[in-house]
């Protein structure tokens, strides 16, 4: 039986080939900014496509680990109240964090984590998002490597998914609600 999906592909933001270019520079500018002992710190899930293709990038010396938050439930909107779902395993303390994201929409994930990692004592914590989504920033947060800015679309695909679907889609594409009933009269 398949499932039902109440979202579809409506536009396609960035291909495979603009994205590679740009996890390239970002990876270009990370090289050049830290010389040794990085800890890179993906959040799950949506960070897992792009985490594994920049650290390709790397050559400095670095760990991996993940931390999970749940924070938007079954729909598009953060609720602002973040919690932790996995941490991460490494000790931290006098450590060069890099946290890696997908998407920095409200603001309220990344300001979450920063505090909660301050708590460790690291001796840096610097963001890398793939995307900013400037206008719906609800806190101040500051992003110190970002690849694009877009608008306020929600997005899907390179790990990004709406209700946990288009995951594997290889480019960025923007979703929009299907309208149910009209949907279902066009294809009876
Ligand atoms: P924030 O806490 O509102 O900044 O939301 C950040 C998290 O929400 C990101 O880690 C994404 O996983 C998810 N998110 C925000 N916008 C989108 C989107 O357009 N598509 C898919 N996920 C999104
Ligand atoms: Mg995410």
């Known amino acids: 039986m398949s499932e039902e999906i109440d979202y579809e592909i409506k536009s396609i933001l960035f291909t495979k080939e603009e994205i590679n270019e740009k996890v390239k520079e970002l990876a270009i500018e990370i090289n050049s900014f830290y010389s040794e002992n990085l800890f890179i710190i993906g959040i799950l899930k949506g960070a897992f496509m792009f985490l ?7 050559d400095i010396n670095l760990k991996v680990d993940f931390i999970e938050v749940s924070s938007y439930g079954a729909n598009t909107e953060s609720s602002g109240n973040i919690n932790i779902v996995k941490d991460i395993k490494m000790d931290v303390k006098g450590r060069d964090i890099l946290m890696v994201e997908d998407i920095v929409d409200s603001g ?14 690291p001796k840096s914590i610097k963001v890398c998002s793939l995307l900013d989504k400037p206008s719906r920033r609800k806190v101040n947060i500051n992003l110190d490597f970002c690849g694009f800015s877009i608008p306020d679309a929600f997005v899907v695909g390179y790990g990004m998914d709406v209700n946990e679907h288009f995951r594997n889609l290889p480019f960025i594409a923007i979703v929009d609600k299907v309208n149910k009933k009209e949907f279902k009269q066009t294809n009876v």
């Open 108 to 121: 309220f994930t990344i300001a979450y984590l920063k505090e909660e990692f301050k708590k460790r004592e």
């Open 52 to 58: 594994a293709d920049l650290i390709r990038y790397l």
